[in-house]
């Protein structure tokens, strides 16, 4: 009898051996998932912190404004723009003589004139513009944003 329960003994403490080291791999492989999760969002962090990030806004009624908002953590700079193809200086909606910035700084925003007025609608260009915005940033360079905006009288 004495020789069953010390056989009772060994086999229960080799079960918690297995249980302990079951857990101790368990426990070092979440740790390790723990920690690459971990570095992915510090490098996404460092990642953030090195672009900016252009929209673009149009603001007013019949003369209005056409706004550039850096919502990234870095500087967007040589900043190009574009309207249904063209350089923005060459649309018909520019108002000569206010050139739109080439940069902008982390969180702030650009403007520049914007004539477009109701009566333009009718011509050649009507009331949505393709634009496509380009710039360079410390994240890297041509980085670009694409949409369409539309006027609302």
Known sequence: MDN?????GVFIALGSLAVSAIT????????????????????????QSLQ???RPELRGGG???LCLINH???????????MDGKPLAQHPTTV???PMPIFVGPYGEICCSFAASSALWFHD???SFKIKITWDDD??????YWTTLTMRN
């Not at 101790?24 to 990642?47: A, D, F, H, K, W």
């Open 52 to 54: 900016a990030s252009l």
């Open 63 to 65: 003369s209005s404004r």
């Open 139 to 144: 994240f890297g360079q041509n980085r670009t």
């Open 4 to 8: 069953i329960v010390s056989w009772v």
């Open 96 to 98: 000569e003589g206010d």
């Open 125 to 127: 260009i009507g009331p």
């Open 72 to 82: 990234g953590a870095a500087e967007a700079r040589n900043i190009r723009v574009e």
């Open 24 to 47: 101790l791999i368990r426990g070092s492989r979440m740790q390790q998932r723990v920690v690459r999760i971990e570095e992915q969002r510090e490098q996404e962090r460092r990642s």
